[in-house]
Nanobody, 124 residues
């Protein structure tokens, strides 16, 4: 079982940038496709971005495409989410996720392990 710890959240003004990091434990991090999800107050958790381990293919929700970039460093057991041009509607708790299927996770049912989450707040 992989354990995940997110960091890098905070308060930022609209138009600003943040980079989230997710550190994974275990020696098999490179075997997992990874993703980021988020949950805003009163809303369901939703897919943000994911990345395949084998070829680093990436996938994004339409709402973040062109603004967010997911990447990973298998040697460092870390996955990142670079968020540019942030909007107030990006405010949410962001969760790192490891896939339980042989695909980058895009649905809640695809996820094997969750991190504890990191808060991102974008002020207008």
């Amino acid at each position: 079982q992989v354990q995940l710890v997110e960091s890098g959240g905070g308060l930022v003004q609209a138009g600003g940038s943040l980079t989230l990091s997710c550190a994974a434990s275990g020696r098999t991090f490179s075997a997992y496709d990874m993703g980021w999800f988020r949950q805003a107050p009163g809303k369901e958790r939703e897919f943000v971005a994911s990345i395949r381990s084998s070829d680093l293919s990436t996938y994004y929700a339409d709402s973040v495409k062109g603004r967010f970039t997911i990447s990973r460093n298998n040697a460092a057991n870390t996955v990142y989410l670079r968020m540019n041009s942030l909007k107030p509607e990006d405010t949410a708790v962001y969760y790192c996720a490891a896939s339980r299927v042989v695909l980058p996770p895009t649905r809640l049912s695809d996820v094997r392990s969750w991190g504890q989450g990191t808060q991102v707040t974008v002020s207008s």
